[in-house]
């Protein structure tokens, strides 16, 4: 209980995520809000939805949820979506709002909670597992990330029908809730697994050893390479689309190739990511080789290696390799104690044979009756006295 109440406190790095989150969620909206895929309200790409979902997953419910609400509302914002308060009259010709709804019409405020809901239930579920590495861990993410959407879209959708009456309820259901839900699963189930497979393996120490390394340069490059089709085909579609909606404008263009650029760049980082997260157990290895040949690892690090986890054949590598270490190390220190015991033991030796030469000798056995006669006459001595 004390680490759920923990986990419920807004820290400053919490703040911090959670502005970035907002940020990055209202512009990547505002980026990708020119390309339906179909003639419904909600059918565009929506890469975004990705951002509040992870937040949530990653620092808990309270950034989720934030990222969510702001981030929808800084996205629809920019996007000119929001008719504010008080609303314009040609509003009330198409949409009958009753006078309590208004502010929430203007500012589409059900579908900012509702966002907020997407990132909050990911949140909620990272209280109690905040574990993202099997592909166990992955699919219950996956689950949450539908109820989530299902949930959030659901609420914003249900409090649609109440706004604008249940006359609007197939038309909502049908134009807004279903495209809405099918869109944002689609996109979540393509880039959430990949973004919380990065986070849980990301390894910021380090840096310069990563990027030194030949064979995470190579795995990136290819990645990359594999990568960079697709985006230029995407790029080329969203065109397309554009010119046959008709809208193809200067600040059309500018968000295509925008988002044609940030594609880029996401797909690098999670080139360079993929390749350190498959570099690394190799990269780990070869260091520990390099210090068992200078006798320098030590058989706690060799039983790190040895618990490895996984039962990939790299992790078995380094299983294996651990555990041969660490057999080498213990009979090493075995065989020191062997050398240390015989070393006292021949010093013992050395030590026992001074000494039989110093007294086996014919001076000091004269020494010796000396001595004792020497005591034997103070003996005597010592008698008649008394």
Do not use: H
């Not at 390894?203 to 960079?228: H, K, P, T």
């Amino acid at each position: 209980m004390t680490s759920t109440n923990a986990s419920l406190r807004l820290k400053g790095r919490d703040l911090l995520a959670m502005v970035i989150g907002i940020i990055l969620y209202g512009g990547i909206s505002w980026l990708t809000n020119i390309s339906p895929l179909s003639g419904s309200v909600g059918g565009e790409i929506r890469p975004g939805i990705a951002i509040p979902i992870v937040f949530g997953f990653v620092y808990g419910p309270i950034v989720g949820f934030g990222v969510g609400l702001f981030g929808n509302l800084l996205g629809d914002s920019l996007s000119g979506y929001l008719y504010g308060y008080p609303l314009p009259p040609a509003f009330f010709d198409v949409y009958p709002v009753p006078k309590c709804c208004e502010v929430v019409a203007g500012y589409l405020l059900n579908y900012q909670f509702g966002n907020g809901l997407i990132g909050l239930i990911p949140g909620i579920y990272a209280l109690f597992r905040r574990r993202y590495r099997s592909i166990g861990d992955i699919i219950a993410a996956l689950v949450v990330t539908v109820i989530a959407i299902v949930a959030g879209i659901g609420f914003a959708a249900g409090t649609d029908i109440i706004i604008y009456g249940q006359e609007m309820t197939e038309t909502i259901r049908d134009f807004v809730f279903i495209p809405i839900v099918r869109v944002n699963i689609i996109n979540a189930a393509i880039l959430v697994p990949i973004l919380l497979f990065n986070y849980e393996r990301l390894d910021l120490s380090n840096m310069r050893e990563w990027f030194r390394s030949g064979l995470v340069r190579r795995l990136s490059l290819v990645i990359l390479v594999s990568a960079a089709l697709p985006v230029g085909l995407l790029g080329l579609f969203l065109v397309e689309q554009a010119t046959t909606a008709g809208i193809v404008t200067e600040d059309i263009n500018f968000k295509l190739g925008f988002t044609v650029l940030i594609t880029l760049i996401f797909a690098a980082a999670n080139a360079v990511l993929v390749a350190q997260t498959i570099s690394r157990p190799l990269l780990r290895l070869t260091g520990a080789a390099k210090q068992m040949g200078a006798g320098e690892l030590s058989s706690d690090q060799a039983g790190e290696l040895k618990a490895t986890q996984g039962t990939d054949e790299i992790a078995q590598l380094s299983q294996l390799f651990g555990q041969m270490a660490q057999e080498v190390i213990q009979r090493e220190e075995r065989l020191k104690r062997q050398v240390e015991e015989l070393r006292i033991e021949v010093d013992l030796a050395k030590q026992q044979q001074q000494v039989s030469e110093i007294t086996d000798n014919e001076y000091f056995r004269e020494l010796k009756e000396k001595v004792n006669k020497i005591r034997a006459q103070a003996g005597k001595q010592s008698e008649s006295e008394e």
